[in-house]
């Protein structure tokens, strides 16, 4: 079979994708207007191709990619609900994606409102006094929340040089910690599946600036004694920070404010349905207490009276993340999302996305090993050891034959602490219908696992390209298309 | 309730097979001292057509570039996007995939981003581009770590000619490193490349081409500086298409190039989300933040694509890793490349040329208006700063009544330039535009002059 062709292997030269206008200014020679060795001497290789060329080329490129709009999702740890079209063409209008970001703000005053509008509520969802809509993507709100924590201890006085996180954490908590100029202290879980809470004392001391927590945590299950933790946290003066990539599971039940947590950031592409368009844009609000408020990033957006406007003027604050103002467009759906669900509809949210979590998981559990048997909250985490040892199979394996059976594979070898786990996170948008086929596919596996593992070793045998060789991929490295 | 289809019978039925009575038992394990107990104090839920009615309120309320006629750029600016674009990149099977994980049914997602690498490759000169950072001032810091990291040297030496914001950001993301951001004056507009600043402990020399003032830097003259002293060039830059006709730096001798990619097919969007684009030299991929994709082949002998090098990224190196970033902007990088792809070699031409031609014809009539002048000789590309004879931000002010949107005035950045504005021309502004518009500055001026008695305010 040939190879799927590159739009570069599509280009005729001399043929032409635009309509652009001809000059209607004197044409004075170039080299008056800039020096000529400032001139570009070889023209870029880009493709010559007709708009139609393009569009085939990229709508046949979309026919090889799999999203929520075509299938169940379950990557756990990543929310991957329904993404509303509503909220798409609200964002595309143009009062917001034709507005300049300097825009004066007497004339931007829509676009302040909506996000004075949304930082309320999602002060009162994370119970938290302050946001900032900077950070583009949760790492990002990580980046954020640490250095806010770090602007707050120096402001005292206070050098602390340390961020525990436990071994359950997202890479992006270290590598965050890391990026800050903290050292990364390790905390084993317990055999709940929590954070030990007597290995976290061990560890905590005047050095430590911050606990970084999610919560529910990634094995999908609620940390029972995040009360007592945030006491202890608390009482060594260090900061409890909370990483919001699992806030589908408690919005309207509990809030991380009153959990005890100073800061945290939210996946507004997570929890609040903004799309993930094939790895962002994202958004990472960051929520914190008041003691935290002065150190967020310029600007923060206030009211004064029926005006709102762009405060710069922030002495303590620990400066700026990015240009401008945030991911604006996913701010905007993000709260087409809010007032659409409302209050009600959010607890409702939460409930279902662990109700259907909780139904996968003891449907499943007579198939696969699932190593915290307990109720969970959004998504729990299931291990291939059974079909490893028993037939040879991998969870890697396990994962490519579900994309033959038409679903995306859960999220597989993480987190790190359970060997061949398979995080499921089904979230509250899919059907009972979609999660019993899904079931059914994964029992249909168990049993290939035993009569032919070797299908299983070799899928996914019905995708655009088989198994791909990502070995090769790293080892000799091929990052761009070149000219022949 | 709405986006979620469970029934209540379905509810009931499920349970039951969880084994449990209620729903509130499947929070059992959430301390009682946290739980809210009370509704969420929200603004009530709208229906679908209210929603749209309400947000559609306050998107009118906002003069957005088809209101006012746009001559502000700065960091985002006003190119026309090809209804193409959107058409294929707002499709579902691209806008509502996650990170392409599992490669096999990923490959859409996957091999645009490689053409769009490869685009990116071309465009700036350079010999690799990765998948896609935030947005081309967090770009900037990361670029700036990176040189640190390959140098193990502590001090960055940047332009003051380089975007503000990008100048904060790269101070908040090197601050807590103990690398030291020394700042360069500019001269007339530019940054005359010169060793003074730059000894052994350099890491990194920071300009950007065309600079934040619209100015064309020495950037050869620059890579010598730099790499005369042991450092690295890093170039930052606000609209990649300059490079349409201009000499790109990976030609000049640029060792890492931060951009925003938001003129490439992305909308203004109040500022985001943009498109960060980091690019750099092959011996220097091992050091580079965010993700990559490569091509390889499957099992069957097939060209296809993955993501490569993880080794560098949070998931597997956790604390070791070059960068924290996870999500990036690939749907704006999709954009890029369909943009880029409409394009082509002759497109990307034509617009930078449009670009500078029509802003040099601005800048023209703009420089005879009685009080106008043009603080800075050296050539521009689309944007050039001009000196007014009112404090700039009275002259937005005034202009905003005639329907445009003058510029930028530089007063909030720039001590002694409260009488300056940096104006941009793309080649979506019409001569007929432009020549209202400098009408409508001398108006302005003329009625300022009177206002107040004859002294220009």
Same mark, same amino acid.
């Given at each position: ?484 | ?143 700036? &770590? ?48 010169? /060793? ?22 020495? &950037? +050869? ?59 750099? +030299? ?8 965010? +993700?990559? &994709? ?94 007014? /004879? ?47 518009? &400098? ?19």
């Amino acid at each position: 079979m040939r190879d799927f062709p590159l739009i570069f292997e599509q280009s005729v030269s001399g043929r032409r994708g635009f309509g652009l206008p001809d000059p209607d200014v004197p044409a004075r020679p170039l080299e008056e207007l800039v020096p000529q060795q400032a001139l570009r001497r070889r023209p870029p290789a880009l493709p010559e191709v007709s708009e139609l060329d393009v569009v085939r080329h990229y709508t046949r490129l979309s026919h090889r990619n799999f999203s929520i709009d075509e299938g169940f999702y379950p990557l756990g740890s990543c929310t991957m609900k329904y993404n509303p079209k509503l909220h798409e063409e609200v964002a595309r209008l143009p009062g917001f994606a034709r507005l300049h970001p300097y825009t004066p703000e007497e004339l931007a005053q829509g676009a302040l409102q909506l996000l004075w509008e949304l930082g309320e509520e999602l002060r009162e969802l994370a119970g938290m006094d302050a946001v900032t809509f900077q950070p583009a993507a949760g790492a990002h709100g990580e980046l954020v929340g640490l250095l806010v924590i770090r602007a707050y201890f120096a402001s005292r006085g206070e050098k602390r040089t340390r961020v525990i996180v436990p071994d359950s954490a997202h890479g992006t908590n270290p590598a965050t910690a890391a990026m800050v100029g903290y050292e990364v202290v390790t905390v084993r879980s317990d055999a709940r599946g929590n954070l030990d809470l007597v290995a976290l004392e061990e560890h905590l001391d005047e050095r430590t600036a911050a606990v970084m927590l999610t919560n529910p945590n990634t094995l999908g299950l609620f940390e029972e004694q995040v009360d007592r933790i945030a006491e202890r946290v608390h009482a060594a003066g260090a900061q409890m920070y909370l990483d919001g990539a699992n806030f589908n599971a408690m919005v309207g039940i509990t809030r991380p404010g009153d959990q005890g947590f100073d800061v945290m950031h939210m996946n507004l592409h997570k929890t609040f349905s903004t799309p993930h368009g094939g790895g962002g844009p994202g958004a990472g609000v960051v929520a914190v207490k008041s003691h935290l408020e002065p150190f967020l990033p310029v600007p923060v957006v206030v009211r004064e009276g029926d005006r709102y406007r762009l405060d710069f003027d922030r002495p303590q604050s620990v400066g700026r993340v990015r240009a401008f103002y945030g991911n604006f467009a996913n701010l905007v759906r993000a709260y087409a999302y809010l007032r659409t669900v409302g209050a009600e509809g959010l607890r409702a949210v939460a409930e279902h996305a662990v109700l259907h979590a909780n139904y996968l998981r003891v449907r499943l559990a007579p198939y696969y090993e699932i190593p915290y048997d307990r109720i969970c909250k959004h998504e729990f985490v299931a291990s291939g050891v059974r079909q490893k040892r028993r037939d040879g199979v991998t969870t890697r394996d396990i994962a490519k034959r579900l994309l033959d059976y038409g679903f995306h594979a859960p999220t597989v070898y993480f987190p790190l602490i359970v060997e061949e786990a398979i995080m499921i996170e089904p979230t509250e948008t899919e059907s009972l219908q979609t999660l019993d086929a899904f079931v059914d596919a994964m029992v249909a596996i168990d049993r290939e696992c035993q009569e032919d593992p070797e299908k299983v070793r070799t899928a996914p045998h019905t995708t655009a390209v088989g198994r791909l060789d990502e070995v090769r991929a790293a080892r000799s490295p091929d990052l761009r298309w070149k000219p022949a | 309730m709405r986006y979620i289809p469970t029934t209540p019978e379905e509810r009931e039925y499920m349970l039951r097979l969880i084994g449990v009575r209620s729903v509130e038992d499947l929070f059992a394990d959430v301390p009682d001292s946290v739980r809210l107990r009370r509704p969420l104090r929200l603004r009530p839920a709208l229906s679908d057509p209210e929603v749209l009615r309400y947000l559609g309120a306050l998107a009118n309320r906002n003069a957005h570039a088809d209101r006012l006629t746009c001559f502000v750029g700065a960091g985002a600016y006003d190119h026309f996007v090809p209804p193409a674009v959107w058409q294929l990149v707002g499709r579902g099977e691209f806008l509502t995939a996650y990170t392409p994980y599992q490669a096999e049914i990923m490959q859409g997602e996957l091999q645009a981003t490689y053409e769009y690498q490869t685009m990116v490759c071309e465009l700036l000169g350079m010999e690799v581009a990765n998948a896609s950072m935030y947005d081309g001032a967090s770009a900037l810091g990361e670029a700036a &770590v990176m040189a640190r990291d390959l140098t193990k040297r502590d001090r960055v030496v940047v332009s003051r000619a380089v975007h503000p914001e990008y100048r904060q950001v790269l101070r908040t993301y090197t601050e807590p490193l103990g690398i030291r951001v020394v700042e360069l004056p500019h001269e007339a507009g530019t940054t005359p490349p010169g /060793p003074r600043e730059l000894n052994g402990r350099t890491a990194a020399v920071v300009v950007q081409h065309p600079n934040f003032f619209g100015c064309l830097e020495d &950037v +050869r003259g620059w890579a010598e500086a730099a790499h005369g002293a042991g450092a690295l060039l890093v170039v930052a830059c606000s609209d990649p298409l300059a490079f349409g006709l201009l000499e790109p730096p990976g030609a000049l001798g640029a060792d890492i190039i931060a951009a925003e990619g938001q003129p490439l097919g992305n909308p203004l969007n109040f500022g985001g989300p943009y498109l960060g684009i980091i690019a750099t +030299r092959q011996e220097f991929v091992r050091r580079m933040p965010g +993700r990559l &994709v490569g091509a390889t082949v499957d099992r069957h002998g097939r060209r296809g694509f993955v993501l490569t090098l993880q080794t560098r990224e949070q998931h597997i190196r956790r604390e070791k890793a070059t960068s924290n970033i996870c999500t990036n902007e690939a749907l704006n990088a999709l954009a890029a490349a369909v943009y880029l792809s409409l394009l082509g070699p002759q497109g990307v031409r034509q617009v930078a040329e449009l670009c500078l031609r029509k802003a040099d014809y601005l800048k023209s009539r703009v420089a005879e208006l009685p009080g106008f002048q043009l603080p800075f000789r050296a050539p521009t590309f689309h944007e050039f700063v001009v000196r007014t /004879p009112r404090p700039a931000e009275a002259l937005v002010r005034a202009l905003i009544r005639e329907g445009f949107l003058a510029g930028l005035p530089l007063g909030r950045f720039y001590r002694g330039m409260r009488d300056c504005l940096l104006v941009a021309v793309t080649e979506t502004r019409t001569r007929e535009e432009m020549d209202r518009f &400098v009408e409508a500055l001398e108006r302005a001026c003329r009625r300022g002059r009177q206002a107040v008695g004859g002294r220009v305010l």
